[in-house]
């Protein structure tokens, strides 16, 4: 663990925080702030990034917040970002918090498609490059921000995009379940360097990623409970972050990895099963393709 002293001696730990100026992200960076952390926030936009950093001061009580600007749904801007946070030193904590869903198709700057290159491949690129950072601060703690629309993902990683139409929540869900393999076997790779690796799934809230979604996102099956989910992404943005937050902080899960916190703040197995040794098999494949052909961003 690092401890950095200020000039008016308060020692404080390091977060990094994506997607960290407005939703989920901002919300679990306060939680942070109220707890003591200097909290990294990096997103696109100046002025909200500047509106964040004033939240986050007050929340602590101190200057706690900083902004770094980046569009983490290009992998070349995520990994100059990795490698700029990763030359400050070590790093006490990263919650990998961007994400999204939409309704239509998109693609992000290297022409892969959007949902995957904000939910899976940009969290994959800034974690490799901080990994040493992560490690230098151990014990420390690594939070990716899952979903419950894993249980709509289509589990084939043989293309690129999964077979047929593009529904927005069976796109993002595989992305998702992707990143949560990921996560699981990161898990195993770094207990021997003392960084913890969980899951949050933080539950519906009323975001703005959320309010853009119609009934489109969802595949015909799933169109009979369009109610039902909109009424879960009215829920107050506060309470979403109850598990990130206690992902990241909380002292029971002191030496345990490997786990998904779901959106009560505590251990929920659920979206574990939907992880197994050939499936992550096969996301390892798809993702070293999917690297490939985005070409080693300059
Ligand atoms: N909301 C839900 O119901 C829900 C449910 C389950 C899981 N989740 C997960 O929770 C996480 C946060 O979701 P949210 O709903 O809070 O999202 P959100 O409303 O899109 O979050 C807004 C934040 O994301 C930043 N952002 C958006 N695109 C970005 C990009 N390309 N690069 C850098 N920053 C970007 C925004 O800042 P700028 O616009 O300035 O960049 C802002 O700080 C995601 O991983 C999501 O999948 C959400």
Do not use: C
């Amino acid at each position: 663990m690092t401890e950095h002293v200020s000039k008016t001696g308060h020692t404080s730990k390091k977060a990094v925080v994506t997607a960290g100026t407005g939703g989920i992200g901002l919300e679990t960076a306060l939680g942070l702030a109220r707890q003591g952390w200097d909290v990294t926030l990096v997103a696109r936009d100046e002025g909200r990034g500047e509106a964040a950093v004033a939240r986050v001061d007050e929340a602590a009580g101190r200057r706690a917040g900083r902004f770094v600007r980046a569009d983490l749904s290009s992998l070349a801007e995520t990994r100059r970002l990795g490698e700029r946070l990763a030359g400050e030193g070590g790093l006490d904590l990263l919650v990998n918090n961007v994400g999204g869903m939409w309704t239509d198709r998109r693609e992000n700057p290297e022409g892969i498609e959007a949902s995957i290159a904000l939910n899976h491949l940009s969290p994959y690129v800034l974690t490799e490059e901080l990994l040493d950072a992560l490690a230098a601060a151990a014990p420390s703690r690594i939070v990716n921000v899952t979903s419950s629309a894993i249980a709509a993902a289509q589990t084939v990683f043989e293309e690129a995009e999964p077979p047929g139409p593009h529904y927005g929540l069976a796109v993002t869900g595989r992305a998702k379940l992707a990143h949560l393999a990921y996560t699981l076997e990161l898990a195993g790779r770094l207990e021997p360097r003392g960084v913890a690796v969980l899951a949050a799934d933080p539950g519906a809230a009323a975001t703005d990623n959320a309010a853009q979604m119609t009934i489109d996102i969802l595949p015909p099956a799933l169109r009979p409970h369009w109610e039902q989910i909109q009424q879960g992404v009215s829920a107050p943005v506060v309470a979403a972050a109850t598990g990130p937050l206690a992902a990241a902080t909380d002292p029971a899960l002191e030496g345990r990895t490997g786990l998904v916190v779901g959106p009560a703040g505590t251990v929920d197995d659920t979206l574990l099963a939907f992880v197994t040794p050939e499936l992550t098999e096969s996301v390892r494949t798809w993702t070293a393709k999917l690297m490939a052909t985005a070409g080693r961003p300059s």
